[in-house]
């Protein structure tokens, strides 16, 4: 069965130090990624995806994931946290149909 | 303009009630799905549409139903509200082809007293 896991419920960093938001796949043929984040109030905004090609796949407010196959792994970073990027961050895997399958998500919070 | 619309955006009822939730876009995309989204439990798929006369139902479709007006609308019904219900539902698009990113409305918080 396909499926997605965000181990960490929540992440703290300060302003201006690197992040990551971790995420975990299992999926039977080609994975496909992807990353949303949800700020207060709003709906789901996509930040990037993973289709093939580079494992280093660059999205949009500076954010950038690293697919890595041997760890079934598609982690979040950003070189630079501002605070602005505090929000629910979603991990999800496109299923080979036409569902996708979302973790259960990551609140960043990012300290001034 | 929004690309896709929800209303309401609340909605306080009672249990037993029967209540509609709409969603509307703008992109022309085929596909529109409902999620709802619970603490700790991400995005869970009630009810997912490839066109007018394509419905199928997601893994937690009991106690719901949708109707597909036209390709631009898609309505999530709970016909006998129950407190369990009360959720953060989204709808959602998504263009031709599995690799395509999923667009969001809103959401619409439910409350079932």
């Known amino acids: 069965a396909q499926s997605v896991a965000q181990p960490e419920d929540q992440v703290n960093v300060a302003e201006g130090n690197p992040l990551t938001v971790k995420c975990t796949y299992s999926?039977?043929?080609?994975?496909?990624l992807f990353w949303y984040v949800q700020y207060p109030n709003r709906g789901l905004q996509f930040l990037l995806k993973y289709i093939t090609g580079d494992n280093l796949v660059k999205g949009s407010y500076g954010f950038e994931a690293e697919f890595n196959k041997s760890q079934t792994s598609f982690h979040l970073k950003k070189p630079s946290a501002l605070v602005s990027d505090s929000a629910l961050y979603f991990c999800?895997?496109?299923?080979?149909?036409?569902?996708?399958?979302f973790g259960a998500g990551t609140r960043l919070f990012v300290k001034a | 303009d929004a690309d896709v619309t929800q209303t309401p955006r609340n909605r306080i009822t009672k249990t037993g009630k029967r209540i509609m939730l709409e969603c509307s876009q703008t992109k022309g995309h085929d596909r529109m799905y409902w999620y709802r989204q619970d603490p700790g439990l991400g995005l869970r798929l009630i009810y997912y549409s490839f066109d007018v006369k394509d419905i199928n139902k997601g893994e937690i479709s009991d106690g719901y139903s949708v109707s597909r007006q036209a390709q631009a609308k898609f309505s999530l019904s709970l016909e006998s509200a129950i407190p369990n219900q009360t959720a953060l539902y989204f709808c959602a698009t998504r263009g031709t082809g599995q690799l395509n990113e999923q667009f969001f409305g809103p959401g619409t918080r439910l409350t079932v007293l």
């Open positions: 999926v039977s043929g080609n994975p496909y």
């Open positions: 999800a895997v496109g299923t080979g149909g036409f569902k996708t399958i």
